[in-house]
């Protein structure tokens, strides 16, 4: 398997795109052999932070990848549809599976708002009072129709340094686990045959798993975050109680910053356990999606809402 990452130029990404070429090749005469998982990192909440460049040449790599891990915004790139709900959201994967043969699309941090074609789940009415996020994904049919599954977890209220890379990471591993499971290891790009259904994918099952240990591991660091911040305001306290020079506060003010910053870094040593061992698979299980484009009213101007996207 190999996972590729972030890259900073268009020259960087083909140069990635030759390796998995290179191998992909070796690994003609046995298929399933060798597996690529991409995760085209280049920007979110609508803004690019890659060289322009970067995307058209992400976009050419598309059709030799197995596995491609975007957030939606980056999907709204690759595929050139914008997502606004379940509908759109199936547009983009049907173009990627169709338009750049990706067998498997895995697009992370989305929040939709509701809409007809856009039905709450018991999960997400069990979240229906918390910040929520969804992963929705998809694994090809053998004519390349998409078998949508997707699952709406708990959004926790803090930017966290790491967790693109700890998702990638954490997919390869399940991924292949899953992939054994369901004795698909020997088949083309892991690909499951066409009556498995979407929420029963390895692809899906693989999610499932990251996305609980994630969640572990997420919970133990916002407990430390704010811990941080608890200690942080107790020493702010005091400190203007004794009185402080403006040097001094500016910093103090630069010290707690950097505490903070490290406090939001995901604990990933330290919760080693549920990485091996996902804890409450239950409340993390890929649902069925129903997505059928929405019949606007021809005479009504209308405009989709923006998407609010989640880290």
Do not use: C
């Amino acid at each position: 398997m190999m996972l590729s990452g972030y890259a900073p130029s268009a020259a960087v990404v083909d140069q990635v795109g030759k390796i998995a070429r290179e191998l992909r090749l070796r690994a003609t005469t046995k298929p399933g052999s060798f597996f690529w998982v991409l995760d085209p990192v280049m920007g979110d909440n609508g803004r690019i932070y890659v060289a322009e460049d970067t995307v058209p040449v992400y976009k050419s790599l598309l059709k030799d990848a197995d596995l491609i891990l975007p957030n939606q915004f980056e999907a709204e790139l690759l595929s050139e549809v914008k997502i606004h709900d379940l509908a759109t959201m199936k547009q983009a994967i049907t173009t990627l599976h169709q338009a750049h043969q990706v067998p498997h699309v895995l697009i992370t941090s989305i929040r939709l708002p509701p809409t007809a074609s856009n039905t709450p789940t018991q999960a997400d009415d069990d979240l229906s009072s918390k910040a929520k996020l969804t992963v929705v994904g998809s694994t090809s049919t053998s004519d390349m129709k998409p078998r949508l599954f997707r699952i709406t977890v708990e959004a926790l209220p803090i930017f966290f340094s790491g967790t693109g890379d700890m998702f990638a990471s954490l997919m390869v591993s399940r991924l292949r686990q899953a992939a054994r499971d369901a004795d698909v290891l020997s088949r083309p790009h892991w690909r499951s045959p066409d009556e498995v259904e979407g929420a029963d994918l390895p692809l899906a099952k693989a999610a499932e798993k990251v996305l609980a240990s994630m969640h572990a591991v997420l919970k133990d660091t916002v407990e430390r975050y704010d811990a941080t911040t608890k200690k942080l305001q107790e020493e702010k306290s005091r400190e203007l109680n004794e009185g402080v020079g403006e040097e001094a506060a500016q910093d103090k003010e630069t010290q707690s910053h950097l505490r903070l910053t490290r406090a939001a870094e995901v604990r990933v040593v330290r919760n080693a356990r549920v990485l091996r061992d996902p804890p409450n698979l239950e409340s993390f299980k890929a649902q069925a999606v129903f997505a059928e484009p929405e019949v606007a009213d021809e005479d009504q101007d209308t405009k989709p809402d923006e998407p609010v996207h989640q880290t």
